[in-house]
Structure formats: structure tokens, C-alpha cells
């Protein structure tokens, strides 16, 4: 498994922004990343994804307001959340060696083994 250390969460208010990061320890098997959050008393959710080509896909619900990235000269994954709302509240994980799936007409990612330790978001209105 590749070790990820996340960064980057914090208090903010609505319609703030935040950048999580998070860094590889190992890069073998990175592959496809994507990153997950985890509101209380939900379940856990793809928020975005992003393959070794810099292909994306987000959940709908942040469609326009977050943007994932990837620098892979610092094995590091980014997610850029602007225009927060309170449901954007919880703990968010970056996962590493997922699988991508393209079929021409969408893609899913499913979840690789490698987990951050997670970073809580609170969003206040």
C-alpha cells in the first residue's frame, strides 16, 4: 500500500474555500486517485476522482464548485473546494490505487487500498 498524509482542512464559513492535499510516502501503484468525504450519520461518498491522464469526474453535488488535481512530480493529490456549503461538512480521505473505468460515455472509479488518515471540513453558515 502507498501512505497518504492529508492536509489542508479547517473551519470556514459558507461560501469560503479550502485546498486539501494529499502527499504519497511511496508512489508504486498511485495509479488513479480520488478523494471521499464522510458526513455524520452518512454514508461514504465520492466526491471526485482523477485518473493518470488527468481525467476527472465529480459527484454532482459539488459539480462546479470543487476541482480535483494531481502533481506527480510531488506525488501529490489536490482537492480545491470553493463556494462551501454547510453539507460539504465531514471528514475527507484521499484514496490512491483505485481502478478507473472509461466507457466512452462516462467513467467510475472504484477505491484503491492506500487511505489518508482524514481531515475534517466544517463548514458554518
Known amino acids: 500500500q502507498v501512505q497518504l498524509v492529508e492536509s489542508g482542512g479547517g473551519l470556514v464559513q459558507a461560501g469560503g474555500s479550502l485546498r486539501l492535499s494529499c502527499a504519497a510516502v511511496g508512489t508504486f501503484g498511485l495509479g488513479a486517485m480520488g478523494w471521499y468525504r464522510q458526513a455524520p450519520g452518512k454514508q461514504r461518498e465520492l466526491v471526485a476522482a482523477?485518473?493518470?491522464?488527468?481525467?476527472?469526474k465529480y459527484a454532482d453535488s459539488v459539480k462546479g464548485r470543487f476541482s480535483i488535481s494531481r502533481d506527480n512530480a510531488r506525488d501529490t493529490a489536490y482537492l480545491q473546494m470553493n463556494s462551501l456549503k454547510p453539507e460539504d461538512t465531514g471528514v475527507y480521505y484521499c484514496n490512491a490505487a483505485g481502478v478507473w473505468e472509461a466507457r466512452g460515455s462516462g467513467s467510475h472509479y472504484s477505491e484503491g487500498d492506500s487511505w489518508g488518515q482524514g481531515t475534517q471540513v466544517t463548514v458554518s453558515s
Open positions: 482523477i485518473n493518470s491522464r488527468g481525467g476527472t
